[in-house]
Every structure is written in structure tokens, then in C-alpha cells.
């Protein structure tokens, strides 16, 4: 896929969970981005996406997001449908739900769709995605590995993205199913990459050049760039990874990361200084 141009919407990445019912600090983040205009929930990341959209149509109804309709393919071949396109038609955003992200990209993956979609960002509009829908985000995603242990070598299964955000691959979900050792798992295999793990009701905002963390809980941030060893390569399958020098930064509501120097920003930061 050739480099999105420097101008085009902002992106919520959802590590999944998100608060529907209290201060529902995220999907508030979601409606001022769509200012009113309509928002399609692209429930194509579940095989049974029944309840969705009545669940969206609840918690956003109150926050001003009146227009809300839903976009579901059961293959590659509806995605031609013209009645499927004409959902997408005058839309401000398009919000992935979770299920299984493999889903996401086999099934719209370069399709009048998925370039309808790219349109609507390019122009400004918001994607977001929560669960397998952040995962899709970046152009290489995890698609399966085990949580809560070590990482060891060939546990892991990568697969393409929808390349909307580059060098960095997303892990959800990230601390209640103890999935660290799998994101360091992936960026052994691919230093340039950010390694980046968004808890459940907590997302990153990515604005131009940098992201800020909202919700309430953390986004860890893992950079192999200054890795000085590894084995990634010479173990063999069942081997424990191996990897030095690893940075990693925790981040909380309200900090941010610059995707350029790769450094940390916000009030953390200050006080830190």
C-alpha cells in the first residue's frame, strides 16, 4: 500500500472495553470528531454482530451522535454492493467494533469499501477502532499469541493491517490479559516498529505527527530502536525470547507520544523535569 498523504483525520485506537455508561470519556472523544455528522459502526470484525449497533445507538444517542448506522459484509464479494457503499455516503467517521481482526482486513482489505473508508479520512473524517478493531489499524497486526506468560520464539502470528498508522503495531486488552510478552515479541522481529499496548477503556488519539493517551487506564509503549542483542533469529521454536537494551514508557491519561523523536510528552513529562 503507497503512504497516506500528511493530511487526514484523526484516529481513536481503543484497546477494547470502552466505558459506555458512565463518563464515557471515550466515545465522547469519538462524538466531538464527528461533530453531528454521521458515524457508521462497522460491525465487520464479528461473525454474529447482532446487538452492536443497538448497544452503540444507547451510549452515543446522549452525546449528540443522532446518526448512526451500521455497516456489516459477510464476504469479500458484498463489499461491491452499492447499497453497502451508499452507507458510507456523506459519513464524518467510521467506528470498527471488536471480534477478530483477521476478519476486517480479509474482508475489506483493497476493496471499494476499505477505499471508500480511506476517502472519508482523507477528507478529514475520524476512523476509530476498539479491540480487533485497533489492531486492524496498523499495517502489520497481531493476529494470535498467548497472554499472561513469556514470550517464546515462534508463538506468534502476524498478519497485514490496514496500514492507517505505520511503524507501530497494536496489542488490546493489553494489561487485564497480561499480553507484554507477545508485544515484545513482536518487535524483536521488526526493531523499526513501536510496540504499542492500550489497556481496556483507555485509547490513543493520533493527530498528525503524535498521540495522546485518553481513558482510564495506561498505554505501554515498547521501542526496540536501541536493542543491542537478541536471539530472535538463531533460537529455536521453542526457546524463551532473549532481547537487551529494550526502552519502555507507561503512559497515562493526559501523555502523549511524539511519533517523530519517539519521546514522551504531556504533564508526566513536566513533572518528571
Known sequence: MSKEPARHGPLIIIGGHEDKEGDKIILKAVAERVNGGRLVLATIASREPEGYLDSYRKAFAPLGVTDLVELYVEDRAETHDEAKLAVLDGA????????????ISSQIGD????????????AGGLLAGTSAGASVMSDTMMVRG???ETHRIGDLDLAPGLGLVRDMIIDQHFAERGRIGRLLGAVAQSPRVLGVGVDEDTAV????????????????VIDAESVTA????????????????????????????????RRPTGPSVSRAG
Request: glycine fraction near 10%; hydrophobic fraction near 40%.
Open 230 to 261: 537478541s536471539n530472535i533469529t538463531e533460537a529455536r521454536t521453542n526457546d524463551t525470547l532473549s532481547m537487551f537494551d529494550v526502552r519502555m514508557h507507561v503512559l497515562a491519561s493526559g501523555d502523549g507520544l511524539d511519533l517523530t523523536t
Open 205 to 220: 488519539v493520533v493527530e498528525g505527527d503524535a498521540f495522546t493517551v485518553i481513558g482510564s487506564g495506561a498505554v505501554y
Open 146 to 148: 498467548p497472554s499472561d
Open 111 to 122: 476493496t471499494p469499501i476499505e477505499a471508500r473508508i480511506r476517502e472519508i479520512w482523507r
Open 92 to 103: 464524518a467517521g467510521v467506528f470498527f467494533s471488536g471480534g477478530d481482526q483477521l476478519r
